[in-house]
């Protein structure tokens, strides 16, 4: 057994590191309730625009919708990846990783797959094992519609220029504090949606449909995007706090743990220094 003074800096130890884990489980908390309003707020609006221009691109010719909408086939493919800048989250980092291993051995296998990363984390990984394009971690420090912006924008010119046939996100998904989903959502080219019937005939449009598509197509791209990253930086705090909240728990656990083995350990060096005082009285009795 561990002596008295070992066991009480081990305590003391566990006591610091709890009230870090506590205080950055506060500190997330407090994130993830400004996170998690901003992408709650913003999905309906990103999922109509999206649906809108799938509808309105469903119903024109593929030279109606641009080079957005031009479907290639698939040789050269670019892969977004959006992980976090810092870790103690959990499995939120490791959940991407292994997404998007199974991505490529799986669905790319035999094609040229090129990433591009948002995040430290998953880079630092990803960047051994497969050729990254860019990684861009400044987006979080500051995230911002017009920041994302940018990305989107790099993403659209690679795809204009030809350099990949396809481009995919993969990010994680807020549903709640302890639960974050691994996704793979297409970005280019546009997914026009199949319609029964005419159902948007009953429209009339001014300008031109065409127009409209033209018009709609960066925005929703933008914005699809600007989504995925907001899902994930929710998704991150969310990992985190929940995270920190099991650390705490379990510091606090194997505190108590240490706290019994220190009280066991005293109460028999205290007995055992009685034994010595009683036989030493007894002997001199004798």
């Known amino acids: 057994m561990a002596n008295l003074k070992e066991i009480r800096n081990r305590i003391t130890s566990i006591g610091s590191t709890m009230k870090i884990t506590s205080a950055m489980k506060m500190v997330s908390a407090a994130k993830l309730k400004k996170a998690q309003d901003a992408i709650t707020a913003m999905r309906p609006y990103a999922n109509k625009l999206t649906e809108l221009l799938q509808n309105l691109s469903a119903t024109l010719d593929a030279e109606a919708g641009g080079v957005y909408a031009e479907q290639r086939e698939v040789s050269k493919v670019l892969l977004v990846v959006v992980s976090s800048n810092r870790g103690l989250c959990g499995g939120f980092n490791s ?59 790099q993403l659209m010119e690679m795809y204009a220029d030809n350099k ?54 960066p925005k929703s791209l933008k ?24 650390a705490t728990d379990n510091a606090k656990d194997l505190r108590d743990d240490l706290l019994l083995t220190y009280n066991k350990a005293r109460q028999a060096a205290i007995t055992g220094e009685i034994l010595e005082i009683v036989g030493g009285a007894e002997a001199l009795n004798n």
């Open 223 to 246: 914005t699809q995007l600007y989504k995925a990253i907001r899902d994930s930086f929710a998704a991150e705090h969310g990992a985190r706090m929940t995270a920190m909240h099991k």
């Open 164 to 217: 990949f046939d396809k481009i995919e996100v993969i990010y994680n998904v807020f549903k709640n504090a302890a639960t974050q989903i691994a996704t793979l959502e297409q970005f280019l080219p546009i997914q026009p949606v199949e319609i029964e019937g005419n159902a948007v005939s009953d429209y009339i449009f001014e300008p031109s449909k065409e127009e409209i598509v033209e018009a709609l197509i």
């Open 95 to 153: 959940s991407i990783v292994k997404k998007t291993e199974q991505v490529i051995k799986e669905k790319y296998q035999g094609k040229e797959v090129t990433l591009y990363t948002i995040g430290k984390k998953a880079n630092d990984i990803l960047s051994k094992r497969y050729n990254v394009v860019e990684n861009n971690t400044q987006v979080f420090d500051d995230l911002t519609f017009n920041n994302v912006t940018v990305i989107a924008e």
